[in-house]
């Protein structure tokens, strides 16, 4: 009876909340993060995730991809609950381990290997529900203040599109091909033009050459920003680094030091961004975080300045 009431609520009312899947190949050989990110194989990751997550909630669209972030060794899955029921049934077969042996399955058929062994983490803001998973109704009050923030994105858009095309026939549904090409999108979702990126931009009185970000962007970045890399993150607006996109990323990397944090908040920048990710959005993102002399140091304009200061005060001595 109490099941029926639950039911009854949540088709009264919508029941959604978030939380953010790790997944991890203990075998040196299956990076799969390196395997999402190449695009003949990022179909077929996608179509295991999705039929595994469909298998343990019951439904198409029990628990949706919002997005999927790569670290070194991790996928970092941020999904949408919708529904309480669907959300316990998951809670439930994540528990008994029916979630790790339907990925673990479906990779084995994919790569050929004997075994492909996985290491799985379920997260919350600070939470870890690994850790609470006996006490089901604390972890659904968990998910459920985990509000989802931001709506799904574009690439999860296609992917999703893509899938749908392969599996609405009865015949073909929930199987796996055995070769990558056999995944890859028959009509694959046009994104709009990208907005024409400035060639140069104006900071602090100087005209400046505008450029894609590299890797010594990076690496300055890193060593100097500090604790204040999740507001420069915030200030980047970008889709993929909102409130829990960066807090995943502070606990993914928080044993590797700041250093680590503020270097992936700017690689996942460039990867959602692409050539968008800037000089000039950075320069911006800085000062609007209160860290001009940062921004001066990444253009090399204060030494230049200093110079021309010492310059001044020469002439005035003089």
Known sequence: MADVFRKMADDLQEWSGSAYLFVESSM?????PNLYQDPQW????FRILKLALEGCTGNQDGAQILKIHCSE?????????????RCSRFLRSYREGALRAAL???LVALLGHGQVPLHLQL?????RLDLMLQEEERCLRCILQAKPDRLRDEEIGELEDAFRSLTCDPGGGGVLPSAPEASAPKTPVRAPPSPAVPQTFVFQGQQIANRPLNLEDQQKFARSVGR???TVGRALQ??????HDLEALAYEHDRDGLYEQAFQLLHRFVLAEGRRATLQRLVEALDRSSLTSLAEDLLGLRGHREDQDQGEDQDEGA
């Open 28 to 32: 040196d050989k299956v990076i799969l």
């Open 42 to 45: 990022k179909p077929d990751i």
């Open 73 to 85: 060794a991790q996928l970092i899955v941020h999904l949408k609950f919708c529904g309480q029921e």
């Open 104 to 106: 673990q399955k479906s």
């Open 123 to 127: 997260r919350v803001g600070s939470e």
């Open 228 to 230: 204040k890399w999740r």
């Open 238 to 243: 970008c889709r993929a680094l909102r409130e």
